[in-house]
C-alpha cells in the first residue's frame, strides 16, 4: 500500500485482519472484507457481477514487486502470455502432466512461486500449499514430501541442503521426478546424497529474473557436475535469447566476462508507472530476432563456455541476493536513514559461516551515543521484510572512502564483525545450557554467547535457525521443532523446551519398524536364514547406488564408473615388535563393538 503507486482502487481483505490494516489503508481505497467461508460471501459476489470474458493473451496477470536502490520497490508488470510460454511450449525440457503434484513451498511475494502454482494450474496437477511451520521445518516438510507423493519440487539451494539431510537418511523412496533449484548460487557437489540415493530424479539449475518471468535458462545437473563441483547456469530456454555483451553493447568472446542481456518470450510488459526506468533497462533489441523487438538489461556478470553454456560471475550493481530474494541494498540504506540517530550507513553482504548475511554499518549522529539496535530493528520491520533487515548493525565512527571518495566496501567487509550484546552476560549454568552455548556458538559464528542473549539479534536467521534445530536435536537427543525456537529466543528459556521434549518413538519410527519386520519376515521365508545372521534390513538409496556402480561392467575399459566407490589406501607403519595375533584380536574387538563392519550385502535378492 506504501505509496500506493499501483493507484488502486479496491482492497480486497479478510474480516480478519481488516481491523489490522485499517490505518494504513488510503481513504480513496474502497475496502471489501471477505469472510472465511465463500457460502458467506454470496451478497458481496453477486454485487460486483461477472468479470468481463474478453481476456488477451497480452493482458496483464499479475504485479510483482521486486526491490528499489531509492526505497521505493519496482512493479513489474506480467502478462498472461509470459507465464504461459514458461511451462507450455512445444520445445520444452520438462514432461508435466496432470499425474504431477507439486509443492508450493514459497511464498507469493518470491517469484519462484508462480513456477510452483502455475506449473501445476497450467497442467491439471495437483498442488499442495505449504503450511509456513512446514516450510520452516525440514523434518516436517521432508515428511509432507513423501506422504504426500510430491512429483515437482522447486528449491532455492540452502534449504534443499538442510531438506536433503532430513529426507535421505530417513526415506529409502522418492517419487519425486524434478527438484528445480533457483534464487541463489548452487553447489553441485552438495546434491551427491539425494543424486546417489534416487537416480530417477532430475536435478534442474535454473537461473532467472523477475523482469523475465521467473526464470531463463536450464541446465541438468548429472555426475559430471556433481564430481566436479563446477555449477553454471546452462543455456536459455527454448523461448528465450541470452546474449552476453561487453561495455559497447557487442558480443562478448567465448570466456570473456560481459553483462547479460535477455530477450524473448518471457519479457514483461516492464515496471508499473516507471517509464523511465522501464526504458533504461528495456532496450530495442540490438540484434535482427524475430519476435524479439526488446533486450531486458539483467545487471547480472556471466560469461560463455567452449560448451555453450554460460557461468554466472554476480551483479554488476549493489544488488545481492539472500534466501533466493533479490534485495536493493539500497533500500535498505534508505530506511536506516530514517532513523533519527544515524548520520550515514553503508549496507553490505557478507559471506559469514557459509552463507551471507547482511552488515548495516551505522555511524551515530553522536558519537559518545550507542545506537539502539532494538530500536532500529523495530524501525525496520515497519518496511522491510525480515530477509532484508540487516542481521548484524555495527556502529562506526565513519564511513572509509577510496582514493577517488567512494565508499571503500572492502575496507567495511574487512572489519572483523564484534558483536556487542545488549544483555548482561550470564554464562550457561547446566549441562544442556553449555552445550546449547557450543552449537549456537558453532551456527550463529559468534564468540562468545550468553543464555539471556536472543538468537535473531546475535544474526540468526530462518536458515540458521533451521541449522541450530537439527544439531540441538541431534547432540541432545530431543524433538523440537523450528517454532520452539521462534516462541524460546533465549538458550535459557530453550533449554527448559529441550528437557520437555525428549526424542519419542513416533509414528513414523514405529510405521518403519513395522515395514522392517515385514521385509525380515519375507526374506526368512524366500530367501532362508542363516543362525549367524543378526538382522536384514533393506538396502539404502545409497547403498543401492553404491552397490549398482560398483556391480557395473563396461566393454569401455578407459571407463572406470565401477570402481567409483571403490577405495584403497595403503600406508606403510614400522613396527619394532608386531604381534599379528594381538592384531587379529584388535580387528575381532572392532568387529564385534561395529555392526557396520559386521555387514554383508546379498545382491542377487
Not at 559 to 579: A, R, V
Amino acid at each position: 500500500v506504501q505509496g500506493n503507486e499501483g493507484k488502486a482502487k479496491l482492497l480486497i481483505t479478510q474480516k480478519t485482519v481488516a481491523t489490522q490494516i485499517a490505518d494504513i489503508v488510503p481513504q480513496e481505497i474502497t475496502t471489501i472484507s471477505l469472510a472465511s467461508s465463500w457460502a458467506d460471501n454470496k451478497d458481496i459476489i453477486t454485487a460486483i457481477g461477472e468479470l468481463p470474458g474478453n481476456i488477451s493473451a497480452s493482458d496483464l496477470a499479475y504485479i510483482i514487486y521486486t526491490s528499489g536502490s531509492t526505497g521505493k520497490p519496482k512493479g513489474v508488470m506480467v502478462e498472461h502470455r509470459n507465464v504461459v510460454s514458461l511451462l507450455k511450449n512445444k520445445s520444452t525440457h520438462f514432461d508435466f502432466s496432470e499425474h504431477d503434484v507439486w509443492t508450493m513451498f514459497h511464498s507469493y511475494c518470491f517469484d519462484f512461486s508462480v513456477w510452483e502454482m502455475y506449473g501445476a494450474l497450467l497442467f491439471g496437477a495437483e498442488l499442495v500449499v505449504v503450511p509456513k511451520e512446514i516450510a520452516k521445518d525440514p523434518k516436517l516438510f521432508s515428511k509432507l514430501v513423501f506422504e504426500r507423493g510430491v512429483t515437482c519440487l522447486s528449491q532455492t539451494p540452502q534449504a534443499f541442503y538442510l531438506l536433503q539431510e532430513a529426507y535421505v537418511p530417513v526415506f529409502t523412496r522418492t517419487k519425486v521426478r524434478y527438484i528445480t533449484f533457483g534464487g541463489e548460487a548452487l553447489s553441485p557437489a552438495k546434491l551427491r546424497a539425494w543424486y546417489t540415493a534416487f537416480k530417477q530424479t532430475r536435478l534442474i539449475n535454473m537461473y532467472g529474473i523477475t523482469e523475465t518471468t521467473v526464470h531463463v535458462t536450464f541446465k541438468e545437473i548429472e555426475a559430471a557436475e556433481i564430481n566436479s563441483g563446477i555449477s553454471n547456469i546452462g543455456v536459455a530456454l527454448p523461448t528465450l535469447s541470452c546474449y552476453v555483451l561487453d561495455a559497447t553493447q557487442k558480443p562478448a568472446p567465448i570466456g570473456v566476462p560481459g553483462e547479460l542481456y535477455v530477450g524473448g518470450a518471457g519479457l514483461t510488459r516492464g515496471y508499473l508507472n516507471r517509464s523511465e526506468l522501464t526504458a533504461e533497462r528495456f532496450i530495442p533489441n540490438l540484434f535482427d530476432r524475430a519476435g524479439e523487438p526488446k533486450l531486458y538489461r539483467t545487471g547480472d556478470m556471466a560469461r560463455r563456455l567452449p560448451d555453450g553454456n554460460m557461468e554466472y560471475l554476480g551483479r554488476i550493481d549493489n544488488q545481492v541476493k539472500i534466501r533466493g530474494f533479490r534485495i536493493e541494498l539500497g533500500e535498505i540504506e534508505a530506511a536506516i536513514q530514517e532513523f533519527e540517530s544515524i548520520s550515514e550507513n553503508v549496507v553490505l553482504a557478507k559471506d559469514t559461516a557459509g552463507s551471507k548475511q547482511l552488515i548495516a554499518y551505522c555511524v551515530p549522529t553522536e558519537a559518545d551515543k550507542a545506537i539502539d539496535v532494538d530500536g532500529l530493528r523495530a524501525h525496520l520491520a515497519k518496511s522491510l521484510p525480515d530477509y532484508m533487515i540487516p542481521a548484524f548493525i555495527l556502529s562506526i565512527e565513519s564511513i572509509p572512502v577510496t582514493s577517488n571518495g567512494k565508499t571503500d566496501r572492502k575496507k567495511l567487509l574487512a572489519r572483523e564483525i564484534e558483536f556487542k550484546s545488549s544483555e548482561e552476560y550470564v554464562a550457561p549454568a547446566t549441562e544442556v545450557e553449555r552445550l546449547s552455548v557450543d552449537i549456537w556458538k558453532d551456527v550463529l559464528n559468534v564468540p562468545q554467547i550468553g543464555i539471556k542473549d536472543n538468537f535473531f539479534t546475535l544474526g540468526g536467521d530462518s536458515i540458521r535457525g533451521i541449522k541450530l534445530i537439527y544439531k540441538l536435536n541431534e547432540t541432545l537427543n530431543c524433538d523440537l521443532i523450528v517454532a520452539d525456537l521462534y516462541a524460546n529466543q533465549t538458550i535459557e528459556t530453550l533449554s527448559k523446551v529441550i528437557l520437555q521434549k525428549p526424542a519419542v518413538a513416533n509414528g513414523l519410527r514405529e510405521e518403519v519398524e513395522a515395514e522392517l519386520a515385514e521385509y525380515e519376515r519375507w526374506y526368512k521365508e524366500h530367501v532362508g536364514w542363516n543362525e549367524a545372521y543378526e538382522a536384514v534390513y533393506p538396502m539404502s538409496g545409497i547403498e543401492k547406488g553404491m552397490t549398482y556402480y560398483t556391480l557395473m561392467t563396461d566393454k569401455d575399459e578407459t571407463n572406470f564408473s565401477n570402481i567409483i566407490y571403490h577405495e584403497q589406501n595403503i600406508y606403510s607403519i614400522p613396527f619394532k615388535e608386531f604381534d599379528y595375533e594381538v592384531f587379529k584380536k584388535a580387528i575381532a574387538v572392532l568387529m564385534e563393538k561395529h555392526t557396520t563392519m559386521r555387514k554383508v550385502y546379498d545382491v542377487e535378492h
